[in-house]
């Protein structure tokens, strides 16, 4: 059996990384989980051809003392056990080696759309995490979050993967006496025989769901393509305007790369206001009949 012992929020001081861990406040106090800092120092960075040795290690201290203090002010406003510790190496690497090693339960990262709205592409360390993490993974972008989770928006499609998700929002919604909302999108070019299952699937989950006690609704949506998927997702969501957390699966893809981030997940990930939780799929124990 697993022990988790920490919330790993990757820190830098830009507004990204202290909104992901105003963010984390909440679930440390629900889960009693500690939240540790971690800034990774990278060596082969560009900024660090123009400094020598010398000075590098001194950016290292610096940031060290600086973490230090900042950690013992946060700490004695919110109550809650926050530490910090500080790597050398490859970014998106570190954070996932250190994630294993001190039992992180969740991640919590700012996205780039945090400051930059406009940005195409979620960061590069970002992506590579979510893709490498065996945790699950929280991304924020948005400054503006309820300060609790007052629903979990699941959107499901046919794929065994999508289907772990549901273990991991009945452990959520648990935690935060939260909600479900159970979607899945119905193109209206999808043969008879897949919508009679995608709609039996989502009255399924639905009830695999209140069966362990927590209150749940499910929807189909119809879309005239896949590419409305999204979007139509995103208008879900603000017209039910309580819904606080997006619950989305990394897909696997054999033989390739170990996992990938879909189009849709990336696109999820990188315009949502909500926070998203990411989740490579595995076994969850508790799953749905057959």
């Known amino acids: 059996m697993e022990t988790f012992k920490n919330i790993l929020i990757p820190f830098d001081f830009r507004e990204q990384s202290e909104i992901a861990l105003s963010q984390s406040y909440n679930l440390a106090r629900l889960t009693g989980l500690n939240i540790t800092l ?7 960075g560009f900024l660090n051809k123009f400094f020598s040795t010398d000075q590098s290690d001194d950016l290292v201290k610096k940031m060290e003392v600086e973490l230090d203090n900042f950690v013992k002010e946060k700490s004695k406003e919110t109550g809650l056990d926050i530490n910090f510790m500080v790597a050398r190496g490859k970014i998106h690497s570190k954070i996932v080696e250190v994630a294993e090693m001190i039992q992180a339960k969740f991640i919590v990262m700012g996205t780039a759309s945090s400051t930059n709205p406009e940005a195409n592409v979620i960061g590069a360390n970002t992506s590579r995490v979510i893709r490498n993490a065996k945790c699950p993974v929280i991304t924020v972008g948005s400054a503006n979050h309820y300060d609790g989770c007052r629903s979990i928006l699941l959107p499901l499609d046919l794929t065994k993967e999508s289907r772990q998700k549901v273990g991991w929002a009945i452990e959520m919604a648990k935690m935060f006496g939260a909600t479900i909302k159970v979607i899945t999108v119905l193109w209206s070019t999808n043969h008879k025989e897949i919508a009679g299952t995608l709609r039996a699937q989502v009255a399924q989950v639905r009830e695999f ?19 409305e998927e999204t979007p139509l997702i995103f208008k879900y969501a603000q017209d039910q305007g309580d819904v606080d957390l997006i619950m989305i699966m990394t897909q696997h893809e054999t033989g390739l790369i170990p996992f990938f981030l879909s189009s849709q997940s990336t696109e ?3 315009l949502s206001s909500i926070p998203v939780m990411s989740i490579i799929p595995k076994d969850t124990g508790d799953t749905l009949a057959r």
């Open 38 to 44: 971690l800034y990774v120092h990278e060596d082969g």
């Open 209 to 227: 769901i209140e069966q362990r006690n927590v209150q749940c609704s499910a929807e189909v949506i119809e879309a005239n393509k896949e590419s």
């Open 268 to 270: 999820i990930i990188r």
